[in-house]
């Protein structure tokens, strides 16, 4: 499975994910991640499986201009590494931004889990959205 990163590594890597999603290249988000990992938005249920990640976040892109993960603080703490950041994006013609910490776990050089906390209402209404877009796969 490759060698275990050092802290610098997996800091490279949170900022190589935050570039993938600026430049909007969800197959390179979705092999990011180990073939059965999972990518856990914590206030729905879990996406398993790079295909299943890779079907998720290119789904996202449906009206989606621009994405910029804005780091504030990223760090490692018992292996794991943790960024807290603003998501800044357009949709549709339409400016909003999240606060965000997503918190990664690797196994090798991939991510085997990555969950990520905010506020879902305020997600929802900056992205325009009266519905929930996971509403329809549940």
Known sequence: MGATLSDEQKIAKGREMAEAWRVMDWRKVADMFTPDGVLHSMMVEPVVGRE????????????????????????????????????????????????VVGVLEFEGELIKVWREYYDRAHLLKAMGLTEDFDAKTR
């Open 52 to 99: 299943a990640v890779y079907k998720r976040v290119s789904g996202l892109g449906d009206g989606l201009e621009s994405i910029t993960l804005n780091i504030h603080h990223m760090g490692v703490i018992d292996g794991v590494l943790y960024m807290e950041r603003t998501d800044e994006f357009v949709i549709r013609g339409r400016p909003g931004s999240a606060p």
